[in-house]
């Protein structure tokens, strides 16, 4: 008999208003699967608010607390000062955002609790705009997206600027552990979310989350969109734990992006130049990742060291101190 490597408990249950095909509900439900029961999850303004937490119901086993679209980072370290008084050590501490609430308007929030070394997970499910409230752009909309605010038409070819990179904003903070996910891929999802769970100290994930009504797909087609997303290099699946990078999906060459971008209505009015363009752009950040795998293998992992705090470079539950390891 195969060993199930997803654990079967559900934390997310039916009756919730996600719409057909929404990667973010698929998102939430393996996360805490991975995460279990001693969870509280802090929810800005979202998707996800209106569907999971219509008053007075929840779809959620957990503990969970709506928060303004900004504060999300500032909540998380509320809730794990609250915890950490109450002598709460072993409940997961997890801010939910979409990209608005963590790349855009979420952003100084998201900072602050990274600098501040807050010992919690944030998790950004990226549909790439501000969906629920009628498919704006954010920053983490891709170059050339239709939205509502970046049209086609006129001298207008959809959005000008290219997508943020909210990976690299995160690094720049130096947390314990950043990962990109994609629930296309539930068994790397689920590894990655568990490993976060073992760690202390600050962590991010930024998981891909395609949205059929925001990128003009039917919906059945999610999980093959996800897949493509990864496979041809546009978002790929990778880890950073103290500073080591490590791609967790090597697929031998990439796809060529055109199977992915002409799939959705968002892009459909790109050209072949444009299409050249991103094909380009892809292919220099895989490469650039590439490198910073291979650069970073041969450095001396700054976790074996502890820094001042309870938290920093350390295993849940550990005392810390200020000595080096071995």
Known sequence: M???????????????????????????????????PR????????????????????????????????????????????????????????????????????????????????????????????????????????????????????????????????????LAHHPIYAATLNPSFPEDFVRKAEKARSLAGPRFLHALTPCPPGWKYSSEETIRLGRLATDSGIFPLFEVENGIYRITRKGGALKPVDEYLRAQGRFRHLGDDDVRRIQEDVRFRWERLLRLEAESANLVNPGSLRFPGPWIGERAGITGTLEADG
């Not at 937490?53 to 503990?63: F, I, Q």
């Not at 370290?77 to 501490?93: C, E, P, T, Y």
């Open 39 to 170: 969870t509280v999850v802090s929810i800005p303004a979202c998707c996800w608010t209106v569907i999971a937490t219509s008053y007075p119901t929840t779809a959620l086993g957990v503990a969970v607390l709506d928060n303004p679209i900004e504060a999300t980072g500032a909540s998380v370290s509320g809730l794990r000062a609250a915890a950490d008084a109450l002598g709460l050590k072993d409940v997961n501490v997890v801010g939910f955002a979409g990209d608005g609430g963590t790349a855009d308007i979420g952003l100084q929030a998201l900072s602050g609790m990274l600098e501040r070394r807050t010992n919690a997970i944030f998790v950004m499910y990226d549909n790439e705009g501000y969906m629920n409230t009628g498919v704006q752009r954010s920053g983490a909309t891709p170059l050339g997206a239709w939205t509502t605010t970046t049209p086609v038409g006129g001298s207008s070819g959809g959005k000008p600027e290219p997508k943020k990179d909210i990976m690299g904003i995160v």
């Open 2 to 36: 195969a060993k199930l490597t997803i654990p079967a408990e559900e934390l997310m249950y039916p009756g919730h208003a996600a719409c057909p095909g929404c990667a973010p509900a698929l998102t939430m439900r393996l996360l805490l699967k991975a995460l279990g």
